[in-house]
């Protein structure tokens, strides 16, 4: 609470990175030290693989549910791969986001795009990897493409990392804790930003920013 | 060093806050906690007081010496009060910044929107306290005013208060580790902001942004 009795509104953080540069394990060292972050599980359409569970990896629903969602405008930004729908939900995001709770979600640079033009107050950032080189071997270490996908997924990091251009900020995951630091630093550093603190102004000079 | 081999530039800090806020002893536990921040010292043309160093709490000049840096372009901002000149030394600061060096400068609100128009990338931060009732208490058990000059200061805090809406980044001193904490997370933050980071993505995919 502030002096004029205002809650601050939340942070929403978008997330996002190159296939390998890391970016889940920094998401998971993020929620483990800040336990009041919101992380937004998205919507998909499609089944789900052995492990996932629904409501962690994704929210599973049907396609006329996902439908549904799209023309009721519940969906702050969605999209269609190989016939499945993958969707954020602006709804629950909102209500949180008013209760005072920052929300992360991680979605791709396109998702990302789409955030930032319906909601300018998003915070994005892009995870980097120190080089090319340094991805190639992470790549290479997790054992589970082979070389083709392997190339694949650096030329798609090459061109994602041409877009990271229009994020706000741009993190390099040397480590794991690293970035997850730098990460928060920017989500305080963010809710120091003056327009963001007006309210606080306001409750020491009293009125409209002093205006009485 | 950067995988271009280019080295990246220093922050300009520009920090402000109503007397009696705890400015001085944030600044004291900033630099205690990062050695590498070059604290700017300012010139005056006062006389030392009693307990003041010259280097240390100011550069004490001529007025003739002043006079020669206001007509060679060497000051970034200066001003008058009470017939002696105060003022910040660009060429000192530059130095620093090339060097990749961050700056702190501790100047009052006008001094703060001179440099501001001079150099758009400083990165400036109004101190706030928690509420004025905590700063008159603070004012108090510095037993050095009396109730009038106390008084005095409480107003040109509120008018500083309202000027604050054009700083970068409000931070509350509710304590000093926290005040410093966030401040040191805000300079960390600012180095992550894309356009101080371009050059990293060209290390990555080569050329201009990558257009190669």
Redesign the interface.
């Known amino acids: 609470m502030t002096?004029t009795g205002k809650k601050r509104r939340g942070e929403l953080i978008v997330l996002s990175g190159p296939s390998g540069v890391g970016k889940s394990t920094v998401i998971a060292e993020l929620l483990s030290s800040r336990r009041d972050i919101y992380f937004s599980v998205s919507f998909t359409t499609r089944q789900p693989r052995t492990g996932e569970a629904d409501g962690v990896n994704y929210n599973f629903v049907s396609r006329q549910e996902f439908q549904r969602m799209i023309a009721d405008g519940e969906l702050l930004e969605f999209a269609e791969f190989v016939g499945n729908y993958y969707g954020t939900s602006l709804k629950v995001i909102r209500e949180q986001l008013e209760r005072g709770i920052d929300v992360l979600l991680d979605i791709d640079v396109q998702g990302a795009a789409k955030v930032k033009e319906r909601c300018a107050e998003a915070v994005t950032?892009?995870l980097?990897?120190p080089?090319?080189e340094e991805l190639s071997r992470r790549l290479h270490s997790r054992n589970t493409d082979n070389e083709e996908v392997i190339e694949q997924r650096l030329q798609r990091a090459?061109e994602e990392?041409?877009e990271?251009?229009?994020?706000?900020?741009?993190?390099?995951n040397e480590t794991v804790v690293s970035a997850a630091g730098?990460i928060?630093?920017?989500l305080?550093?963010?809710q120091?930003?003056?327009p963001k603190?007006?309210y606080?102004?306001d409750?020491?000079?009293g009125g409209k920013?002093?205006q009485e």
């Open positions: 002096p950032i892009f980097i990897p080089s090319l090459r990392c041409r990271s251009t229009h994020y706000d900020y741009l993190v390099v730098t928060l630093s920017i305080e550093a963010e120091c930003r003056t603190r007006l606080f102004i409750g020491i000079v920013n002093g």
